[in-house]
């Protein structure tokens, strides 16, 4: 089985530019997950989704940053316009969901690093 | 804030040596989970522990679990140059109908061989 999928696998762009990072879940997963890494501030939800859905989006830094999942095999994570700080590594992570609410093991993508000039 | 905080930060053993690292987490949990991570790759899940768990064995892998002090190890036996990676715990809040995993800070791990 492919695993969760993440492109590009690395950006270089200026501020001010948009950038999109794109994510493919394991098939049958259905929820989806983003995280930030950075060496300051270690691994931060920034949103997920549940059968599409976006159940908590309080980890998304502002309103530069969106997030979709127009369907079961695809999403987005948008930032516009990018800043400096938003340079991380951008994980995507997908999970079968599980009955009576126990958060079981994540599976994660290889991440896309994203430098912001 | 974390809700889970690795210790040590970072940790170098000779191969063949055992390897302890500690977590520690502030909020009820539904389970607790640890995941490796290897340089410029992404995590990868090794074992969960449910908080009426106290200990689980997988491999070389030993997870200890104490819910009243929300403290939890992970201890790696007879470590090899290819366990070098940073580890996580990640915690599952009870209660709060959280779906997703709170990431602690990570132990750096340095098997020299």
């Known amino acids: 089985d492919a695993g969760v999928i993440q492109s590009p696998r690395h950006e270089v762009t200026e501020m001010g530019q948009e950038v999109t990072l794109r994510c493919k879940p394991i098939?049958?997963?259905?929820?989806l997950f983003w995280y930030r890494q950075t060496m300051m501030r270690g691994l931060e939800l920034l949103i997920y989704?549940?059968?599409?859905?976006?159940?908590?989006d309080s980890g998304m830094p502002e309103d530069r940053f969106s997030a979709k999942m127009p369907n079961a095999s695809f999403s987005t994570l948008k930032i516009q316009p990018s800043e400096p700080r938003d340079s991380a590594v951008y994980f995507c992570?997908?999970?079968?969901?599980?009955?009576?609410?126990?958060?079981?093991?994540?599976?994660f993508g290889e991440g896309s690093r994203l430098t912001v000039l | 804030s974390q809700q889970g905080e690795e210790d040590p930060q970072a940790l170098s053993i000779q191969e063949g040596e055992n390897a302890t690292m500690n977590c520690s987490y502030k909020?009820?949990?539904?389970?607790l989970q640890w995941y490796r991570q290897n340089s410029g790759r992404g995590l990868v899940h090794l074992i969960l522990?449910?908080?009426?768990?106290r200990e689980k064995h997988s491999g070389r892998l030993r997870v200890t679990l104490d819910t009243s002090k929300k403290s939890s190890s992970l201890l790696i036996t007879a470590s090899r140059a290819a366990d070098t990676a940073s580890y996580f715990c990640?915690?599952?809040?009870?209660?709060?109908?959280?779906?997703?995993?709170?990431f602690g800070s990570g132990t750096r791990l340095q098997v020299q061989p």
């Open positions: 989704f549940n059968n599409n859905v976006p159940i908590d």
């Open positions: 990640a915690t599952a809040s009870e209660g709060t109908g959280r779906r997703a995993l709170t």
């Open positions: 522990i449910r908080s009426n768990e």
């Open positions: 098939s049958g997963h259905n929820s």
């Open positions: 992570a997908s999970r079968h969901g599980l009955a009576g609410g126990n958060t079981g093991e994540l599976f």
């Open positions: 909020t009820s949990i539904n389970n």
